[in-house]
């Protein structure tokens, strides 16, 4: 099965991609088979310099679709010819610091009844993904469809649900860490997606980029903790502890007044913790913990973290190791009775099973628990 090739003339100064690069309306309608509706359906990438990888995430999604578009920003290798050979229309965008600007001229020139929104450097997996993609053609596009995201990184994997599949209407809004604009019911579909964009050699080529977009955008929304979180996100994958536990100091400041808090707390928790273990302010991060247990009560992330700090304090402070080990074995034990929670946002897969486990098995050899 091949996608009909086609490669749009390149936008000058305009965000939207020229009438010519865009599918006419008419095709948005559904077809007849029979008495079914069918809805066309379309992946949507933003690309720049994804040689490497698009041809990997086109191939993992090309059975399931109707449709590829690969809006381009400006690549000078063969990410173009790539795409093309894999069978994508082509479609070009001049690079303008605002991830929004360039996924919604991607949807204007896909122009489906549901599109499939991925990123260069992510790929298809899962026995039912394909399933759930090929249902789509016979599901009216009235909500927004969530996907399980697997991240790998260096030593783990983090999983979480994003919303990915969104019906034809639906934009996005935000400069980056960019998020759909709707009013629709969101529903969490069968599809599995890995990420590989947080390896070491990946992020290297990266380092920067989103650090400028995100201060861009806090000088746009001060009071934005989401982008204060982001930006911390990012400052930590670089190792910059000091930068980006500001940051999380000060989305925390942001939330104060804030009756519920976001999903994504326990994750910026965790971060935060590991990041005070990294400076050594094992007292500043114990004090932050506790004001944090009854909002993480729920998170395995969270008590890993914490029994990862302590014994960090621990091995600095060998002294203290009568008191602290107690409290690690507590933490982790704690990880076990949650168990894995790949609901929560950036939960990292073994923290509540396997990972705890082995480090509880370590700390109760080097330090055998007492009678109780």
């Known amino acids: 099965m091949r996608w009909p090739s086609i490669t749009s003339a390149a936008c000058a100064t305009r965000r939207r991609v020229p009438a010519r690069a865009r599918r006419p309306a008419a095709s948005r309608c559904t077809e007849r088979r029979g008495m079914a509706s069918r809805w066309r359906t379309c992946l949507v990438v933003i690309a720049r310099d994804e040689a490497a990888t698009i041809g990997r995430l086109l191939d993992s999604v090309r ?43 991607a949807l204007d020139a896909a122009g489906a009844d549901w599109h499939l929104v991925l990123d260069a450097d992510e790929w298809l997996i899962g026995e ?33 649900r994003l919303s990915r599949v969104l019906p034809g209407t639906v934009r996005y809004t935000g400069r980056i860490h960019e998020q759909p604009a709707h009013a629709l019911p969101v529903r969490p579909l069968e ?14 080529v990266k380092q920067g980029r989103n650090e400028e977009l995100l201060r861009a955008a806090i000088d746009e929304a001060p009071s934005n903790p989401y982008l204060w979180y982001q930006l911390g996100k990012d400052l930590s994958v670089y190792a910059r502890f000091a930068d980006a536990e500001t940051a999380f100091a000060t989305a925390s400041d942001r ?117 109780r």
């Open 63 to 105: 059975p399931f679709v109707d449709d590829a578009l690969v809006l381009d920003t400006g690549s000078t290798d063969d990410t173009v010819r790539l795409a093309q050979a894999a069978g994508a229309r082509v479609a070009h965008f001049p690079w303008i610091d605002d991830f929004s600007a360039a996924r919604n001229a």
């Open 128 to 160: 039912g993904s394909g399933a759930a993609l090929e249902a789509l053609r016979a599901t009216p596009p009235e909500f927004v469809g969530t996907i399980v995201l697997q991240d790998h990184f260096d030593g783990g994997t983090a999983r979480s």
């Open 191 to 204: 599809l599995q997606v890995a990420h590989d964009g947080y390896l070491p050699e990946r992020l290297q």
């Open 255 to 371: 939330l104060a007044d804030m009756p519920l808090m976001p999903a994504w707390w326990p994750d910026l928790v965790a971060r935060r913790l590991f990041g005070l273990k990294s400076l050594k302010r094992h007292a500043d991060g114990m004090v932050f913990a506790e004001t944090q247990l009854q909002l993480c009560a729920e998170s395995p992330d969270f008590f890993f973290a914490l029994g990862d700090l302590l014994l960090d304090w621990a091995a600095d402070q060998p002294e203290q190791a009568e008191v602290l080990v107690p409290m690690i074995d507590d933490a982790w034990t704690r990880c076990l009775e949650i168990g894995e929670r790949p609901d929560q946002p950036g939960a990292v897969a073994g923290r509540g099973s396997h990972l705890a486990a082995y480090n509880l098995e370590l700390l109760r050899a080097a330090f055998p628990p007492s009678p």
